[in-house]
């Protein structure tokens, strides 16, 4: 017994909890809309009260009826416009109906709009690690799903809860009249649905979030089966039936869990809803047994019909916001659990450091991923002044580009320190870093933009700007493939949307060097495997012109191909996190080590 108490406070203190979020939900669209906000409160207020008005008005013409075939000189007239009264109440229903259902129309789009505006926003303020956490992408994921249309539901649903709390006021004030246990009746019949209905709401939530994974892995099998990056390989490899399956074994193992929990709710809905229409038909009898009696007139029997049967709609209407809003809740803390994801703090402010001969420094830094048992970088040291340039080599996986993601503050080193100019990366303030650096990852973005957007994302101060767009793709050579195109800059990219131009590997390359290319005031170029999809001509000429361009800038190359290193002023070979070598092209040729051994790898394959 003890056990089944402590179960029911536990059920209590968490719905009670949960329901925190109303509150938040009303700003919320208290904020985005206050004139709709009243017009839907008031509208409901109206609508919680007509009905009663009909019931009474209808109550009124049965009597007027009644009186009218007893009496010699029946008042027609009077049944007539009571009649009328009813039709303009009807009418005003139904106008009221409509304001709200036009109310709620457009909040849902104001609201919508904003909820994804606001999850947006934070995506722009969280760290890279946090995408690549599978946990936090699947309360990502949850959250754009669910939470923009669940707010406005779980206001609709509380003044729902108002409009038929109002009309079950009226109604009670009425019966009332007849008997207060008709009033008890009324509301403990509805009481038993009300309870199975937020505990299957409950067990909804938890079912959803535990199939996240599994259908944000449909999500992605969808795009891969119907995206044209990926549909390539889909049809040569003839992935496609395997994937299908594995997308129809996914919903599958959903739908079993889902047509448990349908059954259970329908199946205890439907046991506890004979609870309530028992109690409808014992009061229906009881009410007509007191009409026969003559205790009541027939209009009035009439009325109080209308009003237990309209007030378990009440009730029921009631019961089922209270539930819903439970459920909405659920689903809201998903939003606020997102939103309220704890971001570090930028400390730094300084755009500047005080010896900008000193350049670009790595002191024995070393770098772990979340959950990994090794570092992906141990005790890296190295120094690029002003004007020199550094070439980093290794296999894949070494952490070439991870040292990159250091240099431009997507990760921070959890041993160590960066200085740019003498100052810690820490201290600078982080877009003023940033605006310092011109970056190209092998993994570059591929825009569905115009030509102009894609190499003017490169630096949002100058987007729009076409006199840089030209330059940079000038110094990038995209410009002669890019003016031959009929729309030059203003050709669409991809296939996204109507008139989009795919462009070859090659190709694309070249719009994201010139991307790099556009912050013509960044003193830091890193370039990471800018010309593997270039054939060894166009690369030639992309060094030629990557060299004359960045004479005087700290530049970092990451290339497996040795053709493009050996010019670097600093070579330094990384393996498995650690410099194992460092020094010119010829020196390391001269240690016959790592290096050199690559090297004549590689140039044997030439021969």
């Not at 549909?231 to 919903?251: C, T, W």
Request: glycine residues 8%.
């Amino acid at each position: 017994m003890a056990d089944t108490n402590n179960s029911d406070a536990s059920f209590i203190r968490r719905a009670l909890g949960v329901f925190g979020y109303s509150r938040r939900a009303l700003d919320l669209v208290w904020t985005t809309s206050r004139p709709l906000t009243i017009a839907l409160a008031l509208l409901t207020l109206v609508g919680g009260i007509l009905p009663a008005v009909i019931a009474y008005v209808g109550q009124l013409i049965v009597d007027g009826v009644v009186t009218a075939t007893q009496s010699a000189n029946p008042d027609t007239r009077g049944v007539l416009m009571l009649v009328g009264l009813e039709a303009l109440v009807v009418i005003a229903v139904a106008a009221t109906q409509r304001g709200i259902s036009a109310s709620q129309s457009l909040l849902r789009a104001l609201l919508g709009q904003r909820v994804n505006v606001m999850i947006l926003e934070k995506a722009m303020t969280l760290e890279l690690s946090h995408f690549e956490d599978s946990e936090f992408y699947d309360k990502l994921t949850q959250a754009r799903r669910e939470a923009s249309s669940r707010p406005l539901s779980l206001v609709n649903r509380t003044f729902g809860l108002v409009q038929n709390a109002i009309s079950l006021t009226s109604y009670s004030v009425l019966l009332f009249a007849f008997s207060p246990w008709a009033v008890v009746i009324l509301i403990a019949a509805g009481l038993p649905s009300f309870f199975a209905e937020a505990k299957f709401s409950g067990d909804a939530f938890r079912l959803f979030r535990w199939r996240s994974p599994d259908t944000r892995m449909q999500m992605y099998l969808e795009t891969v089966i119907a995206r044209e990056d990926g549909v390539k390989e889909v049809k040569l490899f003839q992935l496609g039936p395997r994937l299908l399956q594995r997308y129809r074994d996914i919903f599958g193992k959903l739908f079993v869990e889902d047509r448990k929990l349908t059954l259970r709710r329908d199946t205890w809905g439907f046991l506890l809803g004979l609870v309530s229409t028992g109690a409808l038909y014992a009061a229906y009898g009881w009410i007509v047994i007191t009409a026969i009696s003559g205790a009541i007139t027939l209009g009035a029997m009439t009325m109080y019909l209308v009003l237990f049967r309209q007030g378990q709609s009440a009730v029921a209407a009631i019961l089922t916001s209270v539930s819903g809003m439970y459920e909405d809740n659920l689903y809201l803390s998903n939003l606020y659990e997102y939103l309220e994801q704890p971001v570090p703090t930028r400390r730094g402010d300084a755009a500047c450091g005080p010896e900008p001969e000193r350049g670009l420094e790595f002191d024995d830094v070393s770098f772990s991923y979340a959950g990994a048992t090794e570092k992906a970088l141990s005790h890296i040291s190295l120094q690029i002044k002003p004007g020199e340039s550094l070439a980093l080599v290794g296999e894949n996986g070494s952490g070439k580009t991870t040292l990159i993601k250091l240099l431009t503050r997507l990760y921070d080193p959890t041993e160590g320190r960066i200085l740019l100019d003498g100052l810690d990366l820490q201290e600078w303030d982080v877009e003023a870093l940033r605006q310092r650096i011109g970056v190209i990852f092998q993994d570059f973005g591929r825009y569905q933009f115009s030509v102009g957007e894609n190499i003017g994302a490169g630096d949002v101060r100058h987007i729009d700007d076409k006199e840089r767009w030209r330059a940079a793709a000038t110094t990038g050579l995209a410009a002669p493939f890019i003016e031959d195109m009929p729309d030059s800059y203003d050709t669409q990219l991809g296939r996204w949307f109507k008139g989009g131009r795919e462009l070859s590997g090659g190709q694309w390359q070249k719009i994201a060097l010139s991307r790099a290319f556009m912050r013509s005031d960044a003193d830091i170029l890193v370039l990471d495997e800018p010309t593997a999809a270039m054939d060894a001509s166009s690369e030639a000429e992309v060094f030629e012109h990557f060299r004359s361009a960045s004479s005087s800038k700290m530049t970092i190359l990451i290339s497996h191909r040795f053709s493009t290193v050996r010019a670097a002023a600093q070579i330094v070979v990384i393996h498995q996190g650690k410099i194992l070598e460092r020094g010119d092209h010829e020196s390391l040729l001269a240690k016959d080590g790592q290096y050199a051994h690559l090297f004549n790898l590689q140039a044997q394959g030439y021969k």
